[in-house]
Structures are given as C-alpha cells and as structure tokens.
C-alpha cells in the first residue's frame, strides 16, 4: 500500500512540475514571438536571428537569413501594416505513434494574434525547448475583419443562464420526493439539445444533434477565429420542471403520485 502510494505522490508531483515548466516556457515563447514580429516591422534584422535556432553544424550566412526575412517583412507590411497590437492564443505539444505527425521532441508550438486597427491574423512558431529560440515562424492563411465583440458578450450572458438554471434544478428535485433522482440528475445534466452557439466571427450557430453535457453550456475564448460561446435548450430541466409543477411524479415514499393520495375517510354515523 505504501508503494502504491509513494508512486501516486511521485506521479502527481512529476506532473505538476511539467505542467508548471510548460505553462512558463508557454509565457515566454509568446513574449518571443512578439518580439521577433517587432524587430522584424523595425528591420532589426539582427536581433531577429539572435531570436532564431540554427543548426552549428552549418555555416550561418547572416545576409541570406536576412533577405529572408525582408521578404517576410514587407508580406506584414502589405497585409497589416507597421504598427501592430498582439495576444497569446495558445501553445500545444502533440504526442503521436505515427512518423511525421505532432510536434518534433522537446519543442512546442506557439500561436500568437497580431491584429491592426481593423484586421487580424496568425502568427505559428516552432520553439526549441531547450535553448527558447525559434525553429520555424510563419503567418497561417488567416486574415479576418475584427468583429464586433459586444454581441458575443451578451451572447455569453445569454449562454451562462443556461447552467445556473440547470443548477438550480437540481437543487430543486434533491429538495423533492421524487424516485430515482439520480436519474433526474443525469437527464437534467445530459439532456441539452439543440445547441445554439455565437462564434465572435462567423455569429450565430446551431447544431441540431449536438448534445450540451457538463450543465448545458461550453465556450472558449482566444483568438476570434476560435472565440464562441454554446448553450444547449435545456430540455431535461424543463421536462423535470413540468413535471414538478404539475405534480406528474412519483413520491419516495409511496408508489403513488401525490395527487392520487388518499383523502381521510369519513364513517357516516
């Protein structure tokens, strides 16, 4: 038992440790890639490969490197112009069986917003975890109008009501006499459907068959391209409601639905 213990200790704190050096290195390869973008718009050049990973066993030709990224630049200038505002997205390590898929060992890819005042973009980085430089950075093939973000808020409001209810009809058949409630729990929980979504660029959503679990609602909140809120009709708590409202349900303390009790006899003399 001690055993079984010690390496459950030792597994969680193995984790936690990983989790925390990823998290750090995440922050600081954003930071980078902002950086990099910014000595690039100034035509730094040199501070921009002092930010890249080369192989030592290959001879640096700085002019080469350079022309490179003067072409970079003006594919920035042309699209988005010089003065740039950026947000950190996201990084992810993708672990895979198969030869050429996910990211190569101990690196992690980075994705960083850049936007203008009226348009956005992408920015993906490789990094080498071990050094913090950059293996490879490109834009991606996005380029959006920034949206207007104030429906996607009231959208959210919308979308958080969606769990406070189913919440609150739960607490309501724990605080009934009706059978089985952890089957009333389970149909509250699961039972959303269709799901109504508000993507921050595309707008509104639906998908007929797409079950809302975890208390009806999901959402996420990055980049715009990625950016939405979902809610699923809650159909399990509304039937539930229904039903307590109508009195349609079984006691727990009788097989008998409350409206059938019986009335007290009265003997006539």
């Not at 998290?23 to 890639?33: E, H, I, M, P, R």
């Not at 490197?65 to 505002?85: H, T």
């Not at 920034?146 to 605080?175: E, H, T």
């Amino acid at each position: 038992m001690r055993k079984y213990l010690i390496a459950t200790i030792t597994f969680f704190v193995i984790a936690f440790t990983c989790s925390c050096t990823f998290l750090a290195n995440s922050k600081k390869f954003g930071d980078t890639s902002k950086l990099f973008i910014e000595n690039l718009l100034h035509k730094d050049y040199d501070k921009c490969i002092d930010l890249l990973a080369f192989d030592p066993a290959k001879p640096l030709n700085r002019d080469s490197v350079k022309a490179g990224l003067d072409v970079f630049r003006n594919i920035l200038i042309k699209g988005f112009g010089d003065k740039l505002e950026y947000s950190f997205i996201r990084s992810e390590k993708t672990y895979s069986t198969l030869k050429g898929t996910g990211t190569p060992p101990n690196t992690t890819l980075v994705f960083v917003q850049y936007s203008n005042k009226t348009e956005f973009g992408i920015l993906q980085g490789l990094f080498d975890d071990k050094t913090g430089k950059i293996l490879d950075i490109k834009t991606l093939d996005i380029k959006g109008k920034i949206p207007n973000m104030l429906p996607f808020w009231l959208f959210g409001l919308v979308a958080i009501c969606i769990p406070a209810f189913n919440i609150y009809m739960i607490v309501k058949v724990k605080r009934s006499d009706m059978r089985t409630k952890w089957l009333k729990y389970l149909f509250i929980v699961i039972l959303n459907i269709p799901a109504i979504g508000y993507n921050a660029v595309n707008g509104l959503f639906i998908k007929y068959l797409n079950l809302q679990m975890l208390l009806g609602f999901s959402f996420n909140i990055s980049d715009y391209f990625d950016s939405f809120w979902i809610f699923g009709i809650p159909l399990g708590g509304l039937i539930i409601l229904l039903k307590l409202k109508s009195g349609n349900y079984r006691s727990a303390n009788n097989d008998v639905p409350p409206s059938e009790e019986l009335i007290p006899e009265i003997n006539p003399e």
